[in-house]
């Protein structure tokens, strides 16, 4: 409410080795020496810590190999630390090492181009302060790293060592891990165990396994690697037995299932090629388990398969062969056929020797963490880059840019595992990488999970379920090579300081949050959808809007335009038309539909097995058809003097296995490939001022409206239940969007059906359903899609729509501010929304509806805490000023009488 005294800052504290960034209201502080980590993340108004435990500030996985982005180990309970504690924390093994930092101010990742009405304070790039941490990726992650220390080997050549351990099924008598005298050779049924165990040295950070999958036909007991801890058994094995349904490696941890697959291990079925012999790997370190495989051969080529959290202490044994689920000794029925796999060779090794760098050598690879923290909002913004100044390429697989060790929201002391669980109250965490949604929490949910933390051995809940460790990751990829000489740059977290559990309070502070990072999204222009695309007809239109003060005009779905002719006299007979809606200020677009269609040829995605795409189908970009109907689209714009695009709908994250070189390599890189196309485009019609209706949430990079959110096929129900369900849309949408961010729809003609009684036309026998649509509208500040082929038939109509119009823009930046939620349409009460704004000259504006057929007079307290009133309040309405006074708790009582069917707004000022 009054940001002007939270202003940030980055400060450095030389004694203790720290860096801080903070604006009053949140602060994250860093250790910087003699290790890297966040060692403080707290509300500063609330002095609430967010976090429990120290974790690395993120993770790259190189060329196949994980890195950790700082870290600190040993704190001795993940509950908490001390100050006492934090002096003994070691620097992460392994962990890429800080070795500087800058600092600055926010920088703009691509231009806004204001060629409209905004919000008054909007700004860009937000005000604030900005750091930037540099890690060195070691030689070794470029070239190899120094060679290990072998602390025992067995190649299986001879009898069977007395120091395994065998443990076999009693299914049947032949079930044997020395099958003929052959030592690590398995005979047994495909679901039945058979494993051998030995202990490991407590030095032991690598063990390699070579494994021989043969005849076997399991899954989940199909032979693998196993880690005995002091709680349990971590593991990986082959699936020979599964044929490209669900994965080829499978990970166990207490029982919980992951899968994996790589490309390069597939027979023509998908499943896992069983012609040749594998080597499985696990890499310790600190907190994780590296689990990676590699066929059998020289050269090893080591490829990612899991990253597990690593129980705490050392594992205490290597257990190789076939387990159940659990790592243990099990059976499943049926037992499955019988056949032979076998376990070729075990080596363990310890640590790596460090190479030194030749003196004066810059590192070939610098990770860069980078954050913003902005003025006035608990806000802070967190990327990474990975710039390659070495002489090689480098592919980074995979990108962790954030885990946190969350405080718990609940401690549950048991969990079902079908039940819902909370997510964090105190903080909220999102990135710009979004996509397949209108809501953020499905857009985000590929890359931003809350789950279990298994160090975490005192949490209340005994199967260490609780979900409390928040890691911001995409499932895929992002699988990109970066070339000598140039720079990776992530996609952004926003991470938001909660400071109550009030619905309302996290909801505006969400809604501001939205406005510093996209503040275009507070565009909110007046739109007609133009159902024809006669440009005759689309000029008599372009009239009607320049004559009511509507402000843009969009050629819309089944309009007969198309976007994709490129001729140069069709696209020259429509700059005409956009030159003439300019001379009239109304700004003309179009649509184009491209997630849901198929266009065949090879160009649509092909989504892996088990996966469906979210439409139905979906051209890849990275198709030849893609790209050319991308090149259309960049042609579209200067070519036409189009201002608005509508996008039905953008790429919405579906995942495409098929090489399209050389774009796309396949499954693993076709995700962050689409998405970066796609927000590069988005991001371009920003910089040239072009508004973007996108069903989809790309706000962050670029997009100004996604849907309100509305069920389509309810525009042919018959009008009276339209306004009711316009208003409850609204009062919905609004908790997760401002009331510019959202579109809604007023089917002037006929949509999905319904006939007459669903319709608007003709408008003059139905102008007083218009202007109660017109009016749920305006009133709470959102624009409507109004579709049809004209806004008026006759002079009334016209009247009445200019008339609703000059009252929106007369109360336009109120209106478009912010709203508190005082009561839901229920078609039997009053119901309403109050617009605030403590900046403007008038601080708060009602607008309450009845949705009745008859009048209604209620007494309703107004909260004007966050208009910033108190005190003496002066109300106006139907031109009369009343003074009021504001209790206690900034609210007042006020008298509401609102006629059948009508509508009433009064003000509220500072007196």
Same mark, same amino acid.
């Given at each position: 409410?009054?940001?002007?005294?939270?202003?940030?800052?980055?400060?450095?504290?030389?004694?203790?080795?720290?860096?801080?960034?903070?604006?009053?209201?949140?602060?994250?502080?860093?250790?910087?020496?003699?290790?890297?980590?966040?060692?403080?993340?707290?509300?500063?108004?609330?002095?609430?810590?967010?976090?429990?435990?120290? *974790?690395?500030?993120?993770?790259?996985?190189?060329?196949?190999?994980?890195?950790?982005?700082?870290?600190?180990?040993?704190?001795?309970?993940?509950?908490?630390?001390?100050?006492?504690?934090?002096?003994?924390?070691?620097?992460?093994?392994?962990?890429?090492?800080?070795?500087?930092?800058?600092?600055?101010?926010?920088?703009?990742?691509?231009?806004?181009?204001?060629? *409209?009405?905004?919000?008054?304070?909007?700004? #860009?790039?937000?005000?604030?302060?900005?750091?930037?941490?540099?890690?060195?990726?070691?030689?070794?992650?470029?070239?190899?790293?120094?060679?290990? !220390?072998?602390?025992?080997?067995?190649?299986?050549?001879?009898?069977?060592?007395?120091?395994?351990?065998?443990?076999?099924?009693?299914?049947?008598?032949?079930?044997?891990?020395?099958?003929?005298?052959?030592?690590?050779?398995?005979?047994?049924?495909?679901?039945?165990?058979?494993?051998?165990?030995?202990?490991?040295?407590?030095?032991?950070?690598?063990?390699?396994?070579?494994?021989?999958?043969?005849?076997?036909?399991?899954?989940?007991?199909?032979?693998?690697?196993?880690?005995?801890?002091?709680?349990?058994?971590?593991?990986?094995?082959?699936?020979?037995?599964?044929?490209?349904?669900?994965?080829?490696?499978?990970?166990?941890?207490?029982?919980?299932?992951?899968?994996?697959?790589?490309?390069?291990?597939?027979?023509?079925?998908?499943?896992?090629?069983?012609?040749?012999?594998?080597?499985?790997?696990?890499?310790?370190?600190?907190?994780?388990?590296? #689990?990676?495989?590699?066929?059998?051969?020289?050269?090893?080529?080591?490829?990612?398969?899991?990253?597990?959290s690593r129980p705490a202490g050392a594992p205490k044994a290597v257990r190789v062969g076939k387990t159940d689920r659990k790592g243990g000794a099990s059976d499943e029925a049926p037992n499955g056929e019988w056949s032979r796999s076998h376990i070729t060779g075990v080596t363990v090794f310890g640590a790596a020797e460090a190479k030194p760098a030749s003196p004066g050598t810059k590192p070939a690879l610098i990770v860069s963490v980078h954050?913003?923290?902005?003025?006035?909002?608990?806000?802070?913004?967190?990327?990474?880059?990975?710039?390659?100044?070495?002489?090689?390429?480098?592919?980074?697989?995979?990108?962790?840019?954030?885990?946190?060790?969350?405080?718990?929201?609940?401690?549950?002391?048991?969990?079902?595992?079908?039940?819902?669980?909370?997510?964090?109250?105190?903080?909220?965490?999102?990135?710009?990488?979004?996509?397949?949604?209108?809501?953020?929490?499905?857009?985000?949910?590929?890359?931003?999970?809350?789950?279990?933390?298994?160090?975490?051995?005192?949490?209340?809940?005994?199967?260490?379920?609780?979900?409390?460790?928040?890691?911001?990751?995409?499932?895929?990829?992002?699988?990109?090579?970066?070339?000598?000489?140039?720079?990776?740059?992530?996609? *952004?977290?926003?991470?938001?300081?909660?400071?109550?559990?009030?619905?309302?309070?996290?909801?505006?502070?969400?809604?501001?949050?939205?406005?510093?990072?996209?503040?275009?999204?507070?565009?909110?222009?007046?739109?007609?959808?133009?159902?024809?695309?006669?440009?005759? !007809?689309?000029?008599?239109?372009?009239?009607?809007?320049?004559?009511?003060?509507?402000?843009?005009?969009?050629?819309?779905?089944?309009?007969?335009?198309n976007a994709e002719n490129n001729d140069p006299a069709y696209l020259a007979t429509w700059k005409q038309v956009a030159d003439y809606g300019k001379s009239k200020g109304i700004e003309l677009g179009c649509y184009s539909l491209y997630a849901s269609r198929s266009v065949g040829g090879g160009n649509d995605m092909v989504p892996p097995k088990d996966k469906k795409l979210q439409f139905g189908n979906c051209p890849a970009v990275t198709s030849? #058809?893609?790209?050319?109907?991308?090149?259309?689209?960049?042609?579209?714009?200067?070519?036409?003097?189009?201002?608005?695009?509508?996008?039905?709908?953008?790429?919405?994250?579906?995942?495409?296995?098929?090489?399209?070189?050389?774009?796309?390599?396949?499954?693993?890189?076709?995700?962050?490939?689409?998405?970066?196309?796609?927000?590069?485009?988005?991001?371009?019609?920003?910089?040239?001022?072009?508004?973007?209706?996108?069903?989809?949430?790309?706000?962050?990079?670029?997009?100004?409206?996604?849907?309100?959110?509305?069920?389509?096929?309810?525009?042919?129900?018959?009008?009276?239940?339209?306004?009711?369900?316009?208003?409850?849309?609204?009062?919905?949408g609004t908790w997760e969007k401002t009331p510019s961010m959202g579109w809604m729809f007023v089917p002037l003609s006929v949509y999905h059906g319904g006939g007459a009684a669903a319709t608007i036309e003709p408008l003059d026998e139905h102008i007083d359903h218009y202007e109660a649509m017109m009016l749920g509208n305006l009133a709470a500040g959102v624009q409507a899609c109004y579709r049809g082929p004209r806004l008026y038939d006759t002079?009334?109509?016209?009247?009445?729509?200019?008339?609703?119009?000059?009252?929106?823009?007369?109360?336009?930046?109120?209106?478009?501010?912010?709203?508190?939620?005082?009561?839901?349409?229920?078609?039997?009460?009053?119901?309403?929304?109050?617009?605030?704004?403590?900046?403007?000259?008038?601080?708060?504006?009602?607008?309450?509806?009845?949705?009745?057929?008859?009048?209604?007079?209620?007494?309703?307290?107004?909260?004007?805490?966050?208009?910033?009133?108190?005190?003496?309040?002066?109300?106006?309405?139907?031109? !009369?000023?009343?003074?009021?006074?504001?209790?206690?708790?900034?609210?007042?009582?006020?008298?509401?009488?609102?006629?059948?069917?009508?509508?009433?707004?009064?003000?509220?000022?500072?007196?």
């Amino acid at each position: 409410m009054q940001p002007q005294g939270f202003k940030a800052s980055v400060s450095k504290n030389e004694e203790r080795s720290e860096v801080t960034l903070s604006n009053g209201l949140i602060r994250r502080t860093f250790q910087i020496a003699p290790g890297f980590a966040t060692t403080a993340f707290e509300l500063t108004a609330t002095g609430e810590s967010l976090i429990r435990a120290v *974790r690395p500030e993120g993770a790259v996985t190189l060329d196949g190999r994980r890195y950790d982005i700082g870290g600190l180990s040993g704190q001795p309970n993940q509950a908490f630390f001390t100050e006492a504690w934090l002096k003994d924390l070691k620097p992460a093994p392994d962990a890429l090492r800080f070795i500087g930092m800058s600092t600055g101010v926010p920088v703009a990742p691509f231009a806004w181009k204001q060629v *409209r009405h905004h919000a008054p304070d909007a700004t #860009w790039p937000p005000k604030g302060a900005a750091v930037k941490f540099d890690f060195e990726v070691p030689t070794s992650a470029v070239a190899a790293e120094g060679p290990r !220390k072998v602390l025992w080997q067995d190649r299986f050549t001879t009898k069977l060592d007395p120091a395994w351990k065998v443990t076999r099924s009693n299914a049947a008598e032949r079930v044997s891990f020395e099958n003929e005298g052959k030592a690590g050779e398995i005979y047994a049924p495909a679901n039945v165990h058979c494993f051998a165990d030995r202990a490991l040295p407590a030095d032991a950070e690598v063990i390699e396994v070579g494994i021989d999958a043969g005849t076997d036909t399991g899954t989940s007991w199909g032979p693998g690697l196993g880690l005995v801890f002091e709680d349990r058994v971590v593991k990986v094995n082959l699936r020979p037995g599964d044929r490209g349904e669900h994965g080829q490696f499978e990970l166990r941890d207490s029982g919980e299932e992951r899968l994996a697959k790589v490309a390069a291990f597939a027979a023509k079925d998908g499943g896992l090629s069983t012609d040749q012999p594998y080597r499985l790997r696990a890499r310790l370190d600190a907190t994780v388990i590296h #689990w990676e495989a590699s066929l059998d051969r020289e050269p090893l080529a080591w490829q990612p398969l899991f990253d597990s959290s690593r129980p705490a202490g050392a594992p205490k044994a290597v257990r190789v062969g076939k387990t159940d689920r659990k790592g243990g000794a099990s059976d499943e029925a049926p037992n499955g056929e019988w056949s032979r796999s076998h376990i070729t060779g075990v080596t363990v090794f310890g640590a790596a020797e460090a190479k030194p760098a030749s003196p004066g050598t810059k590192p070939a690879l610098i990770v860069s963490v980078h954050y913003e923290i902005y003025d006035g909002i608990p806000l802070l913004v967190k990327w990474i880059t990975v710039s390659n100044q070495g002489t090689k390429p480098v592919r980074l697989d995979k990108l962790n840019a954030e885990t946190l060790a969350l405080v718990e929201s609940r401690n549950h002391a048991d969990i079902q595992d079908e039940a819902a669980m909370t997510q964090p109250q105190s903080l909220r965490v999102e990135t710009d990488m979004t996509f397949g949604s209108f809501d953020a929490e499905q857009a985000n949910s590929h890359i931003v999970r809350i789950g279990s933390d298994p160090t975490y051995k005192t949490q209340v809940n005994y199967e260490l379920k609780e979900k409390c460790l928040l890691t911001v990751e995409p499932v895929r990829g992002p699988s990109q090579d970066i070339a000598p000489g140039t720079t990776f740059e992530s996609f *952004r977290v926003f991470e938001l300081g909660m400071d109550s559990t009030d619905r309302e309070r996290s909801s505006l502070a969400y809604r501001k949050m939205m406005r510093t990072i996209a503040p275009w999204t507070t565009e909110n222009p007046l739109m007609m959808h133009m159902r024809d695309a006669n440009p005759d !007809k689309v000029r008599a239109a372009i009239d009607q809007c320049a004559e009511v003060g509507f402000e843009m005009l969009i050629l819309s779905f089944g309009s007969g335009f198309n976007a994709e002719n490129n001729d140069p006299a069709y696209l020259a007979t429509w700059k005409q038309v956009a030159d003439y809606g300019k001379s009239k200020g109304i700004e003309l677009g179009c649509y184009s539909l491209y997630a849901s269609r198929s266009v065949g040829g090879g160009n649509d995605m092909v989504p892996p097995k088990d996966k469906k795409l979210q439409f139905g189908n979906c051209p890849a970009v990275t198709s030849p #058809w893609g790209q050319s109907y991308l090149a259309k689209l960049e042609n579209l714009f200067p070519a036409t003097g189009f201002m608005v695009f509508e996008h039905d709908g953008p790429y919405p994250g579906d995942v495409d296995v098929t090489p399209r070189p050389p774009l796309q390599r396949g499954a693993d890189d076709s995700q962050w490939v689409h998405w970066r196309i796609w927000s590069d485009f988005y991001k371009g019609l920003r910089e040239k001022g072009v508004f973007i209706n996108a069903p989809d949430y790309y706000y962050a990079v670029g997009s100004n409206k996604c849907g309100m959110g509305y069920r389509e096929t309810n525009w042919s129900l018959p009008r009276a239940q339209q306004l009711i369900h316009t208003r409850q849309n609204i009062f919905d949408g609004t908790w997760e969007k401002t009331p510019s961010m959202g579109w809604m729809f007023v089917p002037l003609s006929v949509y999905h059906g319904g006939g007459a009684a669903a319709t608007i036309e003709p408008l003059d026998e139905h102008i007083d359903h218009y202007e109660a649509m017109m009016l749920g509208n305006l009133a709470a500040g959102v624009q409507a899609c109004y579709r049809g082929p004209r806004l008026y038939d006759t002079p009334r109509v016209r009247d009445m729509v200019r008339k609703n119009v000059t009252w929106f823009k007369a109360n336009r930046d109120l209106l478009e501010s912010d709203v508190l939620h005082l009561r839901r349409a229920n078609g039997r009460t009053l119901d309403g929304l109050l617009h605030v704004n403590p900046a403007l000259p008038t601080q708060a504006l009602l607008a309450v509806f009845n949705p009745t057929d008859h009048e209604i007079t209620e007494t309703w307290n107004i909260p004007l805490y966050y208009a910033g009133i108190a005190g003496d309040v002066v109300a106006k309405s139907d031109g !009369k000023e009343q003074s009021l006074k504001a209790d206690r708790f900034c609210r007042i009582q006020q008298e509401l009488k609102v006629p059948a069917g009508g509508f009433r707004w009064i003000t509220y000022a500072r007196k």
